[in-house]
């Protein structure tokens, strides 16, 4: 504090500590101006709503417009009402912090207080432009509801919930987002959820296209790991979303984004015909963040009446993660909303203090540096509600015992905070495994029967590659729930991971006889029964699944592949085909018909099938094997060679790639390296006769007869009865000095 | 019975003003010796000469949103209370709310169709409103009119930022009901909040 006199004083002594030395200096006596002092704060702080078209209810960029509501901007930001922001000063350091200083409050008051004047136009900063249009400039993808709605003249707030369909057919990485909500000034804030399975599409196939109406919503996140990754957040000031660089987020071809709407009645019926703005980048993410959250709603259970009623929860962070943004998150009675971590050495670290918590003004908060906190860190959340009386904003009149639930009438404690996992060792496994493994841990350890938290940490157990834990865990949920097909099917697929097919089988069994529209277990058995060469019963299976899902193009390759393998190449390959015609992308046809042009003989239509699977599946080593095949096939021996090499990068310790590599090297003429990569398939497969022969092939043609003679006899030993190493050997017999 | 209001009140001011006010105990009375406001045409409307058992004013601005949340709440009770003859006005008090941009409101918001402008501010100095929304209720007695009640439309506003889901006291439907009644006319719990009255000499270029 170097400076002890307030602003609002005009004549005022301020005294002003200068490197020790003690200054009086006499203050400014000129007057406050709008185009001096006012014109600047009301810039930074308030015209990006209180601008024509945005989401203020009344401009402020003008001094003609300043100073109509001179007396209303001076209760508005004496109050702190205005502009909107509910943390606590020193409770965290967020960007884009819209709080005022005591000192431009001061400045304000002061301004009206005596007279409003306009002031020196050359003092005047330069008026900012607002689009009426995207910020952004033009999307490259734009959304808009199917229908639009009507918001009644008056009533409560509501809460509706669009779905949005994302109708390309390519998966694209999302850099912006700008969502265009139609009348600003009846949309509170928005949030945009990913639907990956289109599961609140088809749980509401009457009413999505109307708006659904509920506070919070759940989706089906599908089989795969792929966590929540970003606060799609809109609120009137924020109207473009941009994602840190590296951290753009996904959208597949199926999936579909909810935009959950908290809408304020204005007094005459609105339509909400809400758009949302996508921005594109071709980077997929360098960075990857999750989503995680704390929360005790089973504990909540507020007496009426109670005025602190407190909900706690703690998560153990598993790894070293940066905390990017936070959103607390309650209804109507929240009070007071704390968060804080408990660092490993008993530090504690403040993350966000909401003291007087309104709904309405809710927020995301995303901090200006991000905030680092070590493996072992305890993250808690502290809530304190208000179900009295005195609580202005309970919708219950007179209070009633309140526990959580999605309508505004029930009560919510939750804490999400965005983390980036950091400090990762190499060739470790996803660290946001470990985050959604330790989350869901935290939720049994309130609810050990919370069949949806078992089912997520054996997913993650699953995806960790630790089926017999993830086996176990599957057990559980369907010890307690024999009717969730899912956890049957997901048993089944640990239970394959742990070679025990047969048990993996009954589970998908069981799966199917629960729920036989689950074609996923159907799949998977196929899967199974192709992969355990009971190929008759593969083909029946798939086509179990394509009589339920015609359009489902990795049944289409699965059938191919089972018609493959019982010689039926001309029906496999009209499957392939099928299965691309409905996904161009689908690594197996592209694979199955690059490996049946490549039977048959053409590598060139083989090899650009398999550089479009390369493409799609750039780490996988068997399709880059094929690739190769098809390029060696054409004489292409260095675009052969580069393949070979990525593979081997991809699967080092696979002898056969080595053998592969070797071969190409021979034929390019490179015998040196053909030996070394020889070597090493045999340092891996030491047992395999062809291949000590194939080096005798390779030493003999370097020269290195004894070397040569020394394989073959090695190839001997293993196969007595090797045709080609008895017939090199005879040659090389006859050749030696 | 009398129609006096019965407590005093922290938002009643009976400072006097520079035309004529007579202080009757807890009510101001005033003499009307002017018009006070024009309608849409700009045609004089005589509040005075009313023969309405109440009139009652909803002060009201284009660009207030609190204000516009009220609409809907003021034309219910218009429609309510208008069969026992009491009669609603829309006062538009603010310099630069033209007849233009009041039709433009009107049109956005169906509202009465009894707009007064207050352009002199004559009814806002009458009734010592100060924001809007706004809600007055007098009753015309020998040619003057005697405010029973000044302040908020009901309790659903307590303060900025603090917004009740709906109301839990229809404060001026009960007065108006309390004026029918004859009964002693009840107060507001508390005082208005919305957008300041934009003072008179403060007008748009």
Known sequence: MNRICSIGLALGICVVYIAGLRVCVRASEAPVTFNRQIAPILYKNCTTCHHPGGGGPFSLLTFEDARRRGQQIVQATASRYMPPWLPEPGYGDFADERRLSSEDIALIQKWVSTGMARGDNADAPPVPHYDETWTLGKPDLVLSVERPSTLPASGSDIFLNFVLPYP???????????????????VHHANVLIDRTASWRRAHP??????????????????????????????????????????????????????????????????????????????????????????????LDIPSGKNDFVVNDELKLPVDVDVLGIYPHAHYLGKDLQAYAILPNGQKTWLIWIRNWDIDRQSVYRYRKPVFLPKGTAIHMHYIYDNSRENVHNPNDPPIRVRAG???????????????????????????????????????????????????????????????????????????????????????????????????????????????????????????????????????????????????????????????????????????????????????????????????????????????????????????????????????????????????????????????????????????????????ALRLNASDADGWNNLGVLEARAGNSVTARDDFEHALRIAPDHGPAKANLARLGSKAP | MSLIAGRSHAPWYFAAQSFAVLLVLHCSVFAATAPHGVDLDGHPVMLDKSTAPAIVLFFTAPDCPIANRYEPEMLRLEQEFGASGIEFWWVYPNPDDTAAVIRRHQAQFPGSTHVIRDTEQSLVHAAHATVTPEAVIFIPHDGALREVYRGRVDDRYIAFGQERPKAMRHELENAIAAVLAKHSVPQPGGPPLGCSIVPLGIRSQ
């Open chain 1, 206 to 299: 009457d009413t999505w296209r109307d708006g659904v109406p509920g506070m919070e919503l759940v989706v089906d996140a599908g089989n795969t790991f792929d966590p929540d990754s970003h606060f799609l957040f809109w609120k009137p000031d924020t109207p473009a979303l941009i994602e840190p660089a590296g951290m753009p987020w996904r959208l597949d071809p199926g999936n579909d984004l909810i935009l959950n709407m908290h809408l304020k009645p204005s007094g005459k019926p609105e339509t909400v015909a809400a758009q949302i703005g996508l921005y594109f980048t071709a980077d997929p993410p360098s960075k990857q963040p999750m989503l995680v959250q704390l929360e005790h709603d089973s504990a």
């Open chain 1, 406 to 680: 999605n309508r505004s009438v029930d009560e919510m404690g939750h804490l999400w905070l965005q983390v980036l996992p950091v400090n990762t060792p190499p060739n470790s496994p996803d660290p946001r495994l470990l985050v959604e493994a330790a989350w869901m841990q935290n939720r049994l350890r309130k609810e050990p029967r919370d069949t949806l938290a078992l089912y997520n940490l054996a997913a993650a157990e699953t995806s960790e590659d630790n089926y017999a834990q993830a086996v176990q865990t599957y057990k559980h949920v369907v010890n307690i729930n024999p009717k969730d097909a899912r956890a049957w099917n997901g048993l089944g697929v640990a239970l394959e991971s742990t070679g025990d097919w047969q048990a993996a089988h009954q589970a998908f069994e069981k799966a199917s006889d629960v729920d036989p529209t689950l074609t996923d277990a159907i799949f998977n058995r196929a899967k199974s029964e192709l992969d355990h060469d009971q190929t008759s019963e593969a083909e029946q299976s798939f086509r179990a699944v394509l009589k339920q899902a015609p359009d489902d193009a990795s049944a289409h390759s699965g059938l191919a592949q089972a018609l493959l393998k019982k010689g039926n190449q001309d029906a496999a390959q009209s499957e392939f085909a099928a299965s691309l015609r409905i996904d161009p992308q689908n690594v197996d046809a592209l694979e199955g018909l690059g490996q049946l042009a490549l039977s048959r003989g053409q590598p060139a239509p083989a090899a650009e099938y398999l550089e479009k699977a390369v493409q799609r599946s750039p780490d996988d080593p068997v399709v880059r094997e094929q690739l190769a095949l098809a390029y060696a096939q054409s004489q292409r021996y260095s675009h052969a060679i580069q393949q070979l090499q990525q593979a081997r990068r991809l699967s080092p310790n696979d002898a056969q790639v080595h053998a592969m590599l070797s071969q190409v090297y021979s034929a390019d003429g490179h015998l040196q390296e053909a030996i070394v990569e020889q070597q090493e």
């Open chain 1, 168 to 186: 390309l057919s390519q998966t694209h990485y999302i850099r912006a987002m700008e969502i265009r909500p139609g009348t600003p000034q009846v």
